[in-house]
């Protein structure tokens, strides 16, 4: 039974010297003589080993001699306190019972290999010290994620993953369908959707923010948290084709009300990082050699927010090429959109803090958000970091039916197909506001891996589904 055993967190947290005890893990080395070996142990519970030494009186010793890196076993023994370095106690094997071995293909051995080929080997990636301690960190995000909004009063909201609904309105969504495609049923040259499972034409949802809306108005405050998905043809270091989404969703609140809450969320979550993962942020800090990890995610977890609109920002990159910056993208004309490159001066080089950007121009936007009285603008903002940029995004939901109708016609969207998301300015419409994370890059962001492959367990990008 598994109460019968010990992880290894709990040997390196308590200490219980002069005990005995049984653990089960993988060998992360082994390193043989004639009369003991020294077993390195991990079971995935805690980022520090275990070391065992293993006496050569061991009835089945020529056996565990032989075992190869990830091979599984049981281990009863005596825990003692340790002279060796970096460890406070090691296990004095009395039994050692072989659960699995590895045959000599087996494709992750000792030596350094390259990120690529683990991608390609995700199902074993989880086994090594850099992909272990990655998701031990996502586990702690996620589990603050839930925490932060708990605490504060929100209800967790399971949205639908099947709609038939652009939620963005980019249309940039993967068709969810039975039809046969070599013979679909066709009307007047196009395909008859009434003739599939769910009579119309469906997709994968793209957010739950919409959905979302319908619950804030009737429990006052929700949030998602789940996969997302967009068929955006970008193979890039930051775009997934499916995603994990948090989106917050505040009857009664306006943008400053979720600026704030997005504030406060991610240093809750630096701070739950900070405080659970150290080890982890350790390790990955020089496994990435990036020094400064530890030190940018308290900054961010303690400082202020600076706080300036889109136009604001324009004028500052405007003066900062003028006075010999230089940007690999031009800094854009107001009504342009902001590069990474951007956002990043903004917040490392400006003002040296994570910084929020409220009021962007509405042509460059999604067509539920406040419009301002400028007729210009709307009330919308992103939170920028330092080593990102972009983080979370969000706006004021559009609350006058008649204002939110006509935005959607002017973006080629039929207000007919979302009746019910309308509906909700007719029937005790409030103002109200939310925001979206992409929790991988959240992960990214805390974790300082570069690639957004490597923080989701099995990445789905373009022209990659595998596992």
Known sequence: MLQNFSSIKSLHSTSPVEQTHTVKGWI????????????????????????????????????????????????????????GKGQSIEMQAKSITIVGTIPEDYPLQKKETSLEFLRENAHLRGRTQLFSAVFRIRHTLSKATHDFFHERGYFYLHTPIITSSDGEGAGEMFRVSTLKPENPPMVSGKVDYSKDYFARETFLNVTGQLEGECYAMALGKIYTFGPTFRAENSNTARHLSEFWMIEPEVAFADLDDVADLGRDYIQFMMKRALEFNRDELEFLAGKNNNPDLIATLEHVASSPFARVTYTEVIDILKKAQAAGHKFEFAAPDWGGDLATEHERYMCEIHFKKPTIVTDYPKE??????????????????????????????????????????????????????????????RFGTTPHAGFGLGFERAVMYVTGMTNIRDVIAFPRTPKNAEF
Not at 377 to 390: A, F, H, K, Y
Request: glycine fraction near 10%.
């Open 364 to 425: 460059i936007k999604a067509f539920y958000m406040k419009q301002n009285p400028d007729g210009k603008t709307v009330r919308c903002m992103d939170i920028l970091v330092p080593g990102v940029g972009e983080i979370i995004g969000g706006s004021q939901r559009e609350e006058d039916y008649d204002k939110l109708t006509t935005r959607m016609k002017e973006m080629g969207l039929d207000p007919a197909g979302y009746w019910w998301y309308t509906d909700l300015r």
């Open 28 to 83: 992360k080395s082994l390193r043989n003589s004639k009369k003991f070996s020294f077993m390195v142990l991990n079971d995935g519970s805690s980022h520090k080993d275990l070391q065992i030494v293993v006496d050569a009186t061991l009835e089945n010793y020529a056996a565990i001699a032989a075992l190869g890196l990830h091979s599984s076993v049981e281990v009863t023994g005596l825990v003692v306190g340790s002279l």
